[in-house]
């Protein structure tokens, strides 16, 4: 029996069954159409399928129920992906950037031009000379910052990598969105990033885990999608975690799915306090001597220098219980009993991310560790810290097999400039400016020319309007993407790629388990004019005398062969690669060893044997070489920082009384399938929903269904209400991704139409250490919308058919 489905095995076979049951044709009817229909395998961030293709038309996707236990409905919204009328259907070019104009302030503003391919690559290649010779290199930003185009070894980022690198590079991206605090402060604390690594198995949590507590980890919703190819097993391993009676503890201002699938106890936490909290249960179970204090000795570095600060010798400021209740809103006697009842039975710690991307971010995770560093449980069965169950499938057993990797970028940067994640408009607005950055400085050359591919700035960059701005400063703006994104219309050059349907490309099954190799197949031809970002990039290459260098003359079916020739399907099962591409998948086997896994196990066993990477090689509360950074802003311990827009600050909050958080989206990834009809299950009048609690929806007259307005001095979006009593008082959500939409694109500053979350956010830093990204600390307020005009996010730009 394949690996997939040996332990949770009854969720997924129901499942293949009902679908084997459903089918309605009969007779010749029926033949005749399965003639007629291709099953073509493909593969993707919401699962693997197959597409179901007639007459050169993709007709049905159904999931691989053999590699996905438990699809979701976004794979089907994978056609109209391909179909939609949002897809860039020629290359563009904006009409005053075509007639040669210094017209960067009409970005967004004017029509498009439809171009031949040789003129769109033409101008670019021009615009990327122009700026070497006024600026070198290091006037050309690669701001394709993130891998989430698509799972497969074709990435548009690499690819973007591969052809700056050839001409002498770019300025990138230092750090990530994601972990962008955790990220740099991590490896120092417990010598690894931890947000990345494998997780205790799922085995293990099930057989010895009491408590766990989900801390803003929404293990269900996250886990929808993979970095790679979902499984989608942690659903059946979480039906194991309800029957192993586990009790579950959700803190988070918002009750989740996974608070509500596993019937957690509710902390209703003020957003942005959580290191209060831990602080001051820290501090209950020092002073109530419930601490173990054999683990801080043999394991952690520098308790003793912590201490002073936890009992309010070093501020003035003793981290009681009763000093958290006023910051946390969270009762004294919860929080103690919260401590009693994770030293007193094996708890687990399940982390977030998104707590780490709000203002002092880097204090979450390493406030957690010291916690669990006093609980004493890190490296048993079961307990300790996790702060990845919620990502790529964690707690699965690892095959421990090689994949295939994908198309390298390659050496040749000489720039050597990489901007922390966050400071994207503070670069483009400030050349010439110095931040401080992990210790070190970083200095802002002078952007000429931006590029995006695979990527989605005005997506994912916090104050929209402020990116909206840097951007129309810019000489030339570059866009490779397969729709009209709101980055698209915000450029001068538009190249239309291909979706990964229409192209050939491999990848592999989740991130932790690498339990399958996958064929992403091509489905149907390209539309339009659209190319491979292969072609795109090989292109551009060329114009700079480097085509060979960037292709080394291989195909795309080449270079997927060269990839699979790496993996242990290949080398070790010794699967011709013509069969695997005929069958679209191999299945890797987990060694049963895999399901035993316990996350720093080695360590606790034998510290000085294994030690961990770290100045100690223990886990350090207190770190030398954090402290002497020398930062206002981040300490050699954990601290406790006030958030610069939070619920506590009530001169703020009286102007803004509503915390926002802006939660990943339970139907998309980031912005992408936001143009697909999978939206209208949750969208509330075409627009992005806001959740609100009944007494502020009361509070401020706003109506379920209703569209209000949401906004602060930063910008302002329109949302859909959807009243819930699954958020708490103070606190409204909308999730990232929708597609800004311009409300009157003539004007700077208006309101956006679709209920992007990010006109709302702040691009202020976490601190002077990581410079990563604080979307999660805004405030807003909410008022009825007036005259509202249709949400054009979807719709192509106005083109001129040159
Ligand atoms: N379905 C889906 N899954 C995804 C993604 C996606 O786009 N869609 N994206 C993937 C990516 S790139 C990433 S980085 C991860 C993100 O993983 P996370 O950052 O962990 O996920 P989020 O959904 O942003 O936040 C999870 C919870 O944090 C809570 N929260 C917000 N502020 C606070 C706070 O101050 N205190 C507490 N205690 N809780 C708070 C929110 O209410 C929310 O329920 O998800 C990955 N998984
Ligand atoms: N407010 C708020 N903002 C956030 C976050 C948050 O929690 N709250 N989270 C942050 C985090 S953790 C992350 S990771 C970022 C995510 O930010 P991004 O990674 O930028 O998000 P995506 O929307 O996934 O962008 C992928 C882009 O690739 C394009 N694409 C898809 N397929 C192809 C292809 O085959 N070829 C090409 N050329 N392009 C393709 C898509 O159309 C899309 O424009 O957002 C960050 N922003
Ligand atoms: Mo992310």
Known sequence: MNNSRRDFLKVGAAASAAVAASGTMTGAFAKEFAARTEKIPHASHYGPFHAHVRDGKIVDITPQLDSDANPTAMVKGLADRVMTDSRVKYPCVRKSYLEGKDAGDLRG??????????????????????????????????????????????????????????????????????????????????????????????????????????????????????????????????????????????????????????????????????????????????????????????????????????LGKEDGIEKTPEWAEKLTEIPAATIKELATTMVDNRTFIAGNWSLQRAHHGEQVDWSIITLASMIGQIGLPGGGFGFSMHYAGGGDAASGKATVGGVPQGGGNKVNVNIPASRMSDLLLNPGKTVTFKGGKVTYPKIEVMLSAGSSPIGHQPDVNELVGAMRTLDTIITVDPWWTPTAKMSDIVFPATTTMERDDITQGMSYAQDRLFAMKKVVDARYESKDDYWIFAELAKRFGKEKKFTKNRTTMQWIERLYKRSYAKKKMKIAFEDFWKEGVVKYEVPDSARNFVRHEAFRKDPIKNPLKTESGKIQIFSEKFDAYGYDDFKGHATWFEPAEWLGNKKLAAKYPLHLVSPHPTYRVHSQLDNTWVQNVHKVQGREPIRISPNDAKKFGVRDGEIVEVYNDRGSVLAGVVVTNTIRDGVVAIEEGAWYSPDDASKDKTRCNSGQANLLTSSRPTSSMAQATTANTVLVSIKKAGVVQPNLAYSAPKIIEG
């Not at 891998?147 to 700056?164: I, M, T």
């Not at 050839?166 to 490896?187: C, D, K, L, R």
């Not at 003020?270 to 290191?275: A, E, I, K, L």
């Open 109 to 310: 503003k004017e029509e498009f031009v439809r171009v031949s391919w040789d003129k769109a690559l033409d101008l670019a290649a021009d615009a990327i000379k122009k700026a070497q010779a006024k600026g070198g290199n290091q006037s050309l930003y690669n701001s394709c910052y993130s891998g989430w185009a698509h799972p497969g070894a074709f990435k548009p980022n690499a690819l973007a990598g591969r052809f700056f690198n050839q001409i002498g590079g770019a300025v990138g991206t230092s750090g990530e969105y994601s972990n962008g605090a955790a990220g740099p402060t991590n490896p120092v604390i417990v010598g690894d990033m931890e947000v990345y690594s494998i997780q205790t198995a799922h085995e293990q949590i099930i057989k010895n885990t009491k408590v766990m507590i989900l801390w803003g980890a929404d293990l269900y919703k996250c886990n929808r999608i993979g970095w790679f190819v979902p499984n989608h097993r942690n659903i059946d391993a979480y039906e194991e975690y309800k029957k192993a009676g586990i009790k579950f503890i959700s803190i988070d201002p918002i009750y989740t799915t996974s608070a509500s699938e596993f019937k957690a106890d509710w902390i209703k936490i003020r957003p942005g306090s959580d290191v209060a909290l831990m602080m001051a249960m820290m501090h209950y179970l020092y002073k109530s001597k419930k601490y173990d204090a054999n683990f801080i000795k043999k394991y952690t570095h520098g308790f003793d220098k912590f201490l002073p600060y936890l």
